[in-house]
């Protein structure tokens, strides 16, 4: 979620609210742009993306040290 939101250049609680209120169903207008239905989901699935890509590094990292350790 960090990588995403300094990406998007938004602190990472708005993005989390932001996520939040897509996945409530209460995303509101921005600067007077209906939000769709396609771009709630568009952006759900880039939050989903950016903390499954955080869980693989971690992942990957307890793996690499795992195997050090051994």
Do not use: C, H
Not at 14 to 36: C, F, I, M, P
Not at 53 to 64: F, H, P, T, V
């Amino acid at each position: 979620m960090a990588a995403v939101s300094r990406n998007l250049s938004v602190s990472e609680q708005t993005l989390y609210n932001w996520v939040k209120a897509a996945r409530d169903g209460q995303l509101s207008e921005a600067k007077g742009n209906v939000v769709t239905p396609e771009q709630m989901e568009l952006s759900r699935l880039r939050a989903e993306n950016a903390r499954l890509k955080m869980e693989r590094d971690i992942l990957k990292k307890a793996a690499y040290f795992a195997k050090e350790s051994m």
